[in-house]
């Protein structure tokens, strides 16, 4: 009976061996988004810490005056030196496995300093490589205090999650840490990051409501930037991506009508695919670009035939590409990575062409961009719905 009696205390205390050195729950900062800034020879991290207990069993906090993070900063040599400052006004320990995402500041990534910031950041063996990447020449901690409208939970921010907005209207592709480091590890070396902003166009009856807006890129290089693509200059981008689902375009369907209204109609590009094409000479390289899309139209006035739609929506996306090409050539970057596709299919005239990674482009070395427009309505033309 003895003997019966021990083993069973011998079983338990196994069993609550593995307890001993846990970490109870609430007893935790759960950090959930980080910043980064460099200025006069130090960084300064910004750490926003969320109250998952608000937020847990609901999209939104059943309290909208509820406060849902809290953003502290701090400053240091080295990363690692400014989180170690950080550690010391926190009354818990923070735990690194709920971040989301990463903003880099411009002034960071101008003076080189990213690989640093990535170095420190995966030594955290609780980081992930899915973490989302920005950049921003705002405030940092402005753009990490900024709330989703209608109090949504921040768990559902822009920053925490760009995919939902990216669903629907595909302009800029969200960038991962993991993605990041593969195009500055591949030919041209080059990646674009998520440029981020804060923009007021929404109001309550209480007040304005601040909220994030990705409009452009910055073309980042280990080393430094090499330019911004905002808004127009930038629409080219959506056309080359792999990640596009839905983008929508307004377009002219005819030059010189006085009635801009009855010129213009709005289509919803769907089932994009693209293909980049090297035409390789003995003394340079040159691209041609071939897309394949479907246009459904969502907006128009007058009566309109399914060529007309094709012709205008195939002008403006063509245009659109050689614009955003050209933006990005006057500060020297490889904005579609052209680089690469000559790197993928022909390495060995690649290595003969490359300079420091990547292919001397120029104004002429985008040859033909065709784009071909189907129409899946199956109508032959398009009518007022309303007889004028």
């Known amino acids: 009976m003895n003997k019966r009696i021990l083993l069973i205390i011998m079983l338990c205390s196994l069993l609550l061996s593995g307890c001993w050195d846990s970490n109870e729950a609430g007893r935790m900062f759960y950090l959930f988004g ?6 006069d020879g130090e960084y300064k991290v910004y750490a926003q810490l969320v109250d998952f207990a608000s937020i847990a069993r609901s999209v939104q906090p059943p309290n909208p005056d509820i406060v849902q993070s809290v953003v502290g900063e701090a400053n240091g040599k080295t990363v690692n030196e400014a989180f170690n400052n950080l550690y010391n006004s926190l009354d818990e320990e923070l735990y690194w496995g709920h971040i989301t995402y990463l903003v880099f500041s411009n002034d960071l990534l101008e003076q080189g300093k990213l690989n640093p910031v990535i170095n420190a950041f995966i030594q955290f063996h609780d980081t992930r490589y899915q973490t989302w990447v920005f950049s921003t020449k705002e405030s940092i901690r402005k753009i990490m205090l900024a709330k989703p409208v209608l109090n949504k939970a921040i768990s559902l921010s822009k920053l925490a999650y760009p995919i939902n907005s990216y669903k629907q209207h595909s302009f800029i592709e969200p960038l991962n840490l993991r993605k990041l480091i593969i195009n500055m590890d591949e030919p041209s070396h080059q990646t674009n990051i998520p440029l981020v ?3 007021s166009n929404w109001e ?5 409501d601040t909220e994030t807006l990705i409009n452009g890129v910055s073309v980042v290089t280990p080393k430094n930037v090499l330019g911004e693509l ?4 930038a629409q080219g981008l959506q056309w080359l991506s792999d990640e596009t689902i839905r983008a929508g375009l307004s377009v002219d369907i005819a030059d010189g009508q006085e009635d801009d209204e009855k010129n213009r109609i709005s289509v919803v590009i769907e ?4 293909k980049v094409i090297p035409i390789i000479s003995s003394s340079q390289v040159r691209f041609d670009i071939h897309l394949d899309m479907v246009a459904l139209l969502s907006g128009y006035r007058g009566d309109i035939s399914v060529a007309e739609i094709q012709k205008a929506v195939k002008k403006r996306v063509e245009q659109q590409i050689q614009t955003t090409y050209q933006e990005s050539v006057k ?3 490889d904005v579609y990575r052209l680089s690469e596709y000559l790197y993928r299919k022909h390495l060995k005239t690649w290595k003969k062409f490359e300079r420091n990674g990547r292919i001397e482009l120029t104004n002429d070395s985008l040859r033909n961009i065709t784009a071909e427009v189907r129409v899946t309505s199956g109508r032959k033309s398009f009518k007022n719905t309303i007889e004028n």
């Open 34 to 39: 980080i910043g980064v800034d460099y200025k």
């Open 271 to 274: 089932k994009m695919k693209a």
């Open 331 to 333: 500060f020297d970057s």
């Open 197 to 199: 902003s804060l923009i």
């Open 230 to 233: 905002k808004n127009e200059q």
């Open 204 to 208: 309550t009856y209480k007040s304005d």
